[in-house]
């Protein structure tokens, strides 16, 4: 019913308002657009006649040109990249009008229009804190995804790869997390619409968590520009979606003008950056005999087949497999896309494709996109303008098992030892200790397919000036097949003939939105504008899965030939939101700006009673540099101080029906179908809220070469979303409940500096710094009563979310005599318990006795670490000179902590038959009673790798994360070839990375983007080093 | 006044959102749980649902065969899991998510059977048969699972109505061990009553009712009911020993299978898979220890049939059915009843050889020729008896407990007193703190 009325409404709408749309016919004004003092032409400069929807962009040469102009005295607004806006008046009558207008640089942007939610704003009266990227700044990139875009370049915003696996999911986090359970991602809006976002394979276990990133399908080269709502006064017009920050996504648009061809691409290569050292053949067999030796007084339990000793394990000599080199590759990587944007007045269109593919660095990954977009506007009269943005895109993503698994080609090729070979003399695969990875790359398939249409259509009328009407429909569909084929050869399946699966994500969102826009000028000095609206968001998600085992052989890949079909299922969920929201902003001489916005949203997800929120915000900005008290100075060229207060809220993350207590089928015994009670009712579920305060300022000195940008923020979340435990004597484990608060407090300084402004034949060089800092802590827990999760992560009142959680450490045990002694100075040897535990010997770690009780057990863990970084950032520097460019970018991360979890096998020396890393050569005995790590002795009777501060390190990085190197041909040269332009470039990424992480990568979350596990490294890919050569054409 | 008309013409599309509720959406594949059981058709698919809550990797899909035994001396250790690394080394710690969890699902079947109870008496459409049949089945269930609780944890809070809220009541303390066995006696010999005399092992009957009693009045040292219950299922000639020991296992719900749980290519469980070496496809993350291998008398058939050689390792091969993963867990069987009933006749000074007659009918099957006549102290029976167990019922989930029952385990396991139950895992006490630790943990 309710779409109905609404297509209604708009029909309506669209019938009505030409009727008032016809305007006389009238002359033409044409002229160029320059720089002040460089006097160069400006390429790309919007022109637009104030009461009018005529525009033009200027071209190479920075001439434009506009027809059917009402006739008498019209003012041209002129905009420009890099330029503060200008404006000229002009005659317009019988004969063309020319005009020449000069634009002032603008290196701070204040002019620039930023999209703000539901409108746009110029960034000079933007008060609350909003981060902007334009797209040219990571251009050229061999980035998969957006949110690879937006790492180390935005100030509060945190972005980390979770995985080296192309197309996986990355964690995004504005301002820290604000959440335990809810989502922690921002939300993300691509022009003007919600998207599908997360992720929506159904087989995260396989993948250790790493899910499919449904943001992935986008391609970051048609973005025009991306602004990140970071505070509440920014974001509240978001309302309840919006504690997490709000990413808008604004693609790139036709201009009337001649149309521009570009056409561009790379290719390159990608390769692991660091190895971690393992043992070889013969020092892998001197500890397992060590600690076989320690634990069962056993010696040369394993040897060489030719040694002339009878062991137990027989090794053939000359076998010293490099098992992480078996699986890991130089891998391509390459994208290649054109557009073509113009149009006239009345329409403009931007039409673009591209092909994007990159292998993984280990074998079996590789994530490949086709897409295209198709952007028109159509002006069918000046006041009205009809719109539509659509988008098609087709993903693949090829994966093997991964992180906590041991069925995984890189876990296997970490766990392995040396002592086996890849394959047997018959060429059949070698049965190793944890499933030959070479085997299981090569035979095991694991593939996702997504289509995605998104798009939008508009009519956006001016019912006066100032005031425009809006209407949108929006809809993302995005589609997700899963299949999976375990071979009968090797695996998980190998002794049920292979398993396989087949499933599909159907997951629809269909925006339904209209707004009212407004923007007067009162007087000359009292600027008001605003939007008002309505929205209804519509979601269903469909999820199916089949799933067989028994294939005939291995050449059968596919579930139709499965012997049984032993799983399947189908289901549906659908949630709605409903918001109203409107906007108030009044500036005051260009001096004070003041922005109100207020937000209700009505989520199908709570129960009647705690279904609606309010989330209101209000912020003021005050440009000091305008106050008549300050034009006497000339230190600061702009100063700009800013503060906002505001509520926004989350309801991410939790099911549709959270807050109703359900019985579920499923529950069926001896193939006959049955129901159990699957959920416990809360129906004072509501939203989490989030409050936030946020101060900043802006300015710049000496003539705008130095600017800064500072500000200061508390951001308290409470009500959290928590599946909290409850007794599970009740029958369930967890009940979602709004119980805790979590608080987050932090600093964001940005900073440019213009060392060198040598114009376009000059010497160009400017550096973009940006650090932010954020303390993240939880405030208040149910009773306060910690949670657990992960390996060694926990959420503790006092303490950040995903704090690590675990013994400390003490050094090791050199004597007998020290083991009888407890912290309290008894002796325990006598009895069965000793200090720690019964098998504890020389050699072994002493942990700490916390409580101070004398005995060592859970009671003695401790906080130990945590995941999230002192301090964050990036550091660009941009350097140009005649045709030459380069960019230098470095990202950083400083004060983390990683807990290396790979190290509870990988370390537990002379156990079972992992391999060790080169630490175990450190290791003690007797004769080496200084070592830094513990003895080997087989099934660690002390526990020496339970989870302690050993396995916490350091997880600080620099990165040079990008350098581009390009070229750019002169015009002499290019006009000769009858090119626009043409540009060739190197790029270089992960170039260097600087840290004292041990692992393959510090950048790592081994359970995707979840916080509360962040920060642990279980096998999981690392980052490639990437070598890109790449060109721009533009006809 | 066009402006105010648009204006109006935009208030009246933005109402247009307002008017209905969209926001009223109901899930389609879950019931509210408010009038779920309402009738018999919904009561016979939650007793259904109380069969499947048996049937969780902490319970008899994995753990609760394993952990009794890898406790104690019969499973070696020789996976990853370090749940199961701490179960192998009987340093169980209170994080232990295996133990929690083997907490959580025991109850979540608790839950359901109370569900079950509680509705019964409103509900329509139920045939008074059918009610007290429901009723049967529901408190079996909710018995088995607290003898589990029981056996693992010690006193444990007894829960007998169904929750619909979390509120303060529902945390509890423990009730002493003796309150939960009351509760589980009263709860099978009401079930007795109830439940059908015939029926598949698959679901309770009278004799799985009675077996079950049999073995938890032998936990708790009452001799003469247990003797007596283990008659009734022996005397009672609805089962008979399976022809060969391999044949419980190859044939599903064989004569000899009192409760049997049941599993199939739509219900799988993962046992094979975690008992074969990778060459046949699985995982080997448990094996029979050297120990048990050791164990068999020559010619006792009982080895080949529960013992697998690959190289130099052994597996075990009670659960074979990787390609389907669907082997049944048998619960309790008539080769118990007769070592039940013969513990009972030692401890209450019953003539050895009716002892050693009911000892023989098990080693009879087996291939093994009778106990001696010297056999014929309290001491040397129950010996005897703890080692036909132990080869008897390899696998099953009893090992520890046995040698608990007897007095044993401390010897021959090595374990102090405190380690013979296991901690009350800490996250759930974080949450409830009425519940006190087991000595020692």
Sequence with gaps: MLKIRWLIALLVAIAVLPASTLAQAGGAIQGRVTATGSQQPITGAQVRVEGTTSVAVTDVQGRFQLQNVPSGARTLQVTALGHRAGSARVTVGATPAEVEIQLQPDALGLDELVVVGYGEARRRTVSGAVSSLRSEAVADLPTVSVNNVLQGRLAGVQVTQNSGAPGSAITVRVRGSSSISAGNQPLYVIDGVPMVQGNYNRQNSTFGGQ???????????EIESIEVLKDASAAAIYGARASNGVVLITTKRGSAGRAEINFGGYYGTQQDWRRVQFLNTDQYIVIKNEGIFNRYGIEDYYGFADDGVDNYVEVQRGVDTDWVDQVMRTAPIYNFDGSIRGGSERVRYYVSGSTFDQQGIV????????????????????????GTNVSLARGVVDRQRGDNTIYGPFA??????????????????????YVNPVGLYRENEFEERSIRVLGNTFLRYEISEGLNVRGSVGLDQYNLRSRSYESPVIGVYAGSGGAGTAGSAYATKATYEGTLNFSRLFGSRHDVSGVVGASYEDNTENFSSVSGQAFPSNAFRYLTSAALINAGTDSVSSWGLQSYFGRLSYTLDDRITTTFNVRTDGSSRFGANQRWGVFPSASILWRLTEEGFMQNQSLFSNLALRASYGRTGNQAGIGNFASRGLFAGGFNYADLPGIAPSQLGNPDLRWETTDQFNIGTDFSVLDDRVSFGLDYYIKKTDDLLVARPIPRTTGFASIWSNVGSVENRGVELTSRVQWMRGGTDGFNWSTDFNLSRNRNKVTELLNDEPMSFGFASRVEVGHPIGAFYGHRTEGLFQDASEICRDSRGGTHCAGKHAYQASGTAPGDIRFRDIDGNGVINDDDRTIIGSPWPDFEGGLTNTLSYRGVDLTVFAQYSYGNDILNANRFYSDDFGSYDDNHTARALNRWTPETPNASEPRAVYGDPNRNTRASDRFIEDGSYLRLKNVVLGYT?????TSRTGFRNVRVYLQGQNLLTFTDYSGFDPEVNYAGASSVTRGTDFYTLPQARTLTFGFNLGL | MKLKHMTRLAAVALLAAACDS???????DSIDADGALSDGTAIELAVRGTYRSLQQGALYSREMTIFPELYADNLVWTGTYQTDAEVANRQISTSNTAILDAWRRSYQGINQANNVLASIPGASNLSAANASRFRGDALFLRALNYFNLVRYFGGVPIVTEPSRQVTEESAMSRSPIAAVYTQIKQDLTEAATLLPAEGSPGFATRSAANA???????EMGEWGPARDRATDVIAGGRYTLAPTYRSIFTTKNSAESIFELQYSVNNQNSLAFWYFPQALGGRRGIAPSPGLNQAFEAGDTRKEAQIGVDGSALYGIKYFRIGNSDDNVVIVRLADMFLTRAEANVRLQ????????????????????????????????????????????????????????????????GIPETR?????????RDVNTKLDQNDGY
């Design chain 1, 211 to 221: 899910g499919v990133d449904a943001l992935s399908d986008l391609n970051p080269n």
């Design chain 1, 363 to 386: 074998h079996g990954f590789a994530y490949q996109r086709l897409n295209g977009r198709v952007n028109l506007d159509y002006v069918p009269t000046d006041r009205m303008t009809l």
């Design chain 1, 412 to 433: 296997n090729a970490i766990a392995n030892p040396p002592v086996q070979p890849v394959f047997n003399d018959d060429g059949t695969y070698f049965e190793t200790s």
């Design chain 1, 969 to 973: 041909l002169p015009d002499r040269m």
């Design chain 2, 22 to 28: 969209p926001l009223d959406i109901n899930p389609r």
């Design chain 2, 212 to 218: 079950l009693l049999a073995k938890v009045h032998l």
């Design chain 2, 350 to 413: 019953a003539d050895p050889a009716v002892v050693r007659a009911d000892i023989d009918t098990v080693r009879g099957r087996a291939g093994l020729g009778s106990l001696g006549a010297d056999v014929d102290t309290t001491d040397e029976l129950i010996s005897a008896i703890l080692q036909e167990r132990r080869v008897e019922f390899a696998m099953e989930g009893h090992r520890f407990f046995d040698l608990r029952r007897t007095g044993k385990a401390t010897t021959v396991l």
């Design chain 2, 420 to 428: 013979l139950l296991f901690p009350i895992p800490q996250a759930e």
